[in-house]
């Protein structure tokens, strides 16, 4: 008989909120292996709530959550979870290198006071390596452009090798270049085999990375749909078909609103025009 593999994230009727008082409702959620999934929403919708919900940072008022096919009261494999919090910059008072800073990606592999050993190391090379900061890895945090601390933040959660990486609004308060090095970095992730979420206001940047997109909107989710990476056009005399990128420059801030984008008919998602 085939093996049933477990979504790597589910939520079945979840409330999530603060003192008691739900921000998040009813939610269903499932995230199964590979999903490069966008959370979207206008300020306030509860995006942010949703996912340290999933991880445990506030607290979860009723209904199930699992990960990996675990319930979260009983999940103990933190490791295989990685978090990138809603941060500009790399803050501490205490002067950093980026690799001291990746370094701490590693603490949930070993007891707080063991010392780093070669695989530890190697994790942080390679997270390193794969956010493009190689030669900047001795570097002072605070002497990096805002685009690179985010891609320090990335690195940090890369180097705990997870299977499943949550990251709130990275492509915040950075320039247009960093954005598209932070896709490219993405992509490669994602050819990895890396299941990601994205919680963000900014699609456009992403678009390349994205097979999934979930709308929410006062605490609850309002659509959860497949994106259409490509259309197909007719073009020349011949009349020969290509498939090409669908362009998003008109929908670069969509989570007001995602009507412009979403298809009516159940099932299907992508742009009119």
């Not at 979870?81 to 990746?102: F, K």
């Not at 090798?161 to 709130?168: A, S």
């Not at 994205?210 to 259409?228: W, Y």
């Not at 490509?230 to 609103?257: F, Y």
Request: with cysteine; glycine share 10%; aromatic share 2%.
């Amino acid at each position: 008989m085939p093996v049933t593999v477990p979504p790597v994230i589910a939520l079945r009727d979840v409330s999530i909120g603060y003192d008691d008082k739900p921000a998040v409702s009813g939610v269903d959620l499932t995230v199964r292996s590979g999903d490069v999934l966008a959370l979207i929403g206008p300020n306030g919708s509860g995006k942010s709530t949703l996912v340290r919900g999933m991880l445990g940072l506030v607290p979860v008022l009723a209904g199930d959550v699992q990960m990996f096919g675990v319930p979260t009261s009983r999940f103990s494999e933190r490791h295989r979870l990685g978090y990138v919090p809603q941060r500009h910059t790399v803050g501490g008072a205490i002067p950093s290198t980026v690799e001291e800073v990746v370094a701490s990606g590693r603490l949930t592999h070993r007891r707080w006071f063991a010392r780093a050993n070669a695989n530890d190391r190697a994790a942080v090379g390679e997270a390193i390596e794969a956010v493009g900061l190689s030669d900047r890895r001795r570097s002072m945090v605070a002497t990096l452009s805002g685009g690179q601390q985010r891609r320090v933040l990335i690195a940090r959660a890369l180097a705990g090798r997870p299977e499943v990486l949550i990251m709130d609004e990275p492509t915040a308060g950075v320039d247009a270049e960093s954005q598209q090095s932070l896709v490219r970095t993405l992509l490669s992730l994602v050819s990895s085999g890396l299941t990601l979420i994205v919680v963000t206001h900014e699609i456009a940047p992403l678009r390349p990375v994205l097979t999934r997109v979930v709308a929410m909107r006062s605490g609850q989710i309002v659509h959860d749909d497949r994106l259409v990476p490509t259309v197909e056009l007719v073009t020349g005399d011949s009349g020969d078909c290509h498939d090409v990128a669908v362009p998003l420059a008109e929908v670069s801030r969509i989570g007001e609103d995602v009507t412009p984008w979403l298809d009516p008919t159940p099932g299907t998602t992508g742009l009119e025009y």
